[in-house]
């Protein structure tokens, strides 16, 4: 198997039919991003920066996180990168850093609300990310976005960080897009009103699937309720990449689904622009891409969304997919 996909790493991803949607890659460390180079990747469609924040003593400064930035900007050789800003708190936690003990570390003191609370420690990584924008087609991705406010408070912190680069004499692309995860059911819900905020969205599924059933992602024992065919999982998709596609920005997926040969249909029906995932999964999710048409697919998905339970959905999934094998 794995020669017949070496075989397929130049090749364009695209149905029989002529649908295009870039393949990319979900890394956190440098490593991955060299799996992810040979198996030709189209860009990085979610870089977890908490690698260079977690098992040190003191935070990251600009100048390390612009050269880590910078460097894989440039690997990727003009192909995009989309970094996304600090996603700590919830099962993520810092030596150096007291984040509180909660209840509910899942909703609480988390990613986008720590660095809006701490701003200098969100500037400093939005200098870096943007002094790095000079070396390759950067993005800005700011996760477990809730509300309107949110994107902007975090929009005027990148303003300011923008303006203190220019007096200091450093390059950036000004042009640099800013998008934000769909991860929360509040996002979703709202998503005609932030697409108007921002350049893109990635619907975060392994977030989404864990907040739209209130099933903690981490804990075995509800694990058989943790369900991404969920009728209601489905909606949230579909109310999410109409209202992208309504307001005519970029529209990707980064979770865990992106790279779910089973949901491939689901994102073809969808029209979606890009699929981020672990890069082991680019070169058999390409392989599927290659056989199936966007018009079967929306036919499947047309059906699927008929289906009153999980159980029929993928009943209908696994008989589509062997009917390709
Ligand atoms: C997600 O929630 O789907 C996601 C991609 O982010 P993470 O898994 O890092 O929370
Ligand atoms: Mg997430």
Same mark, same amino acid.
């Given at each position: 198997a794995s020669q017949r996909l070496k075989g397929i790493v /130049?090749? $364009?991803?695209?149905? $029989?039919d002529g649908k295009e949607i870039e393949l990319g890659a979900n890394i956190s460390s440098l490593k991955e991003l060299d799996i992810a180079l040979a198996s030709g990747t189209s860009g990085v469609g979610l870089f977890r920066t908490e690698f260079l924040y977690m098992d040190r003593s003191r935070l990251p400064m600009e100048e390390e996180q612009f050269e880590v930035y910078r460097s894989v900007a440039e690997k990727l050789a003009g192909r995009p990168l989309i970094i996304r800003t600090l996603d700590i708190g919830g099962d993520k936690q810092l030596d150096y850093f007291e984040l509180p003990e909660e209840e509910n570390p899942f909703l609480g003191y988390r990613a986008i609300r720590i660095c809006l609370d701490k701003p200098e420690l969100f500037k400093t990584q939005l200098r870096a990310i943007l002094r790095a924008s000079a070396f390759g087609k950067v993005k800005i991705m700011y996760p477990l976005i809730s509300s309107v406010e949110e994107v902007q408070t975090a929009n005027s912190l990148l303003s300011d960080a923008k303006r203190e680069l220019v007096e200091e004499g450093h390059a950036y692309d000004g042009d640099i897009e800013v998008g934000i995860m769909i991860e929360l059911p509040a996002a979703v819900m709202i998503a005609d009103l932030l697409a108007k905020e921002v350049d893109f969205f990635s619907i975060g599924t392994n977030d989404l699937v864990q907040f739209t059933l209130a099933v #903690?992602?981490?804990? #075995?024992?509800? /694990?058989?309720?943790?369900?991404?065919?969920?009728p209601a999982v489905l909606r949230m998709l579909k109310f999410t990449v109409e209202a992208a596609k309504q307001a005519g920005i970029h529209i990707g997926v980064c979770g865990e689904m992106a790279g779910d040969l089973k949901a491939l249909p689901i994102w073809l029906a969808l029209d979606v622009d890009e699929l981020s995932m672990s890069p082991h999964a680019i070169l058999p999710i390409k392989e599927r891409l290659l056989s199936l048409t966007q018009q079967d697919s929306r036919s499947l998905f047309s059906e699927i969304l008929t289906c009153r339970t999980s159980r029929s959905i993928h009943e209908m999934l696994a008989s589509f997919q062997s009917m390709q094998q």
């Open positions: /130049s090749f $364009q991803p695209v149905t $029989q #903690d992602r981490m804990n #075995d024992q509800i /694990s058989h309720l943790y369900e991404p065919y969920h």
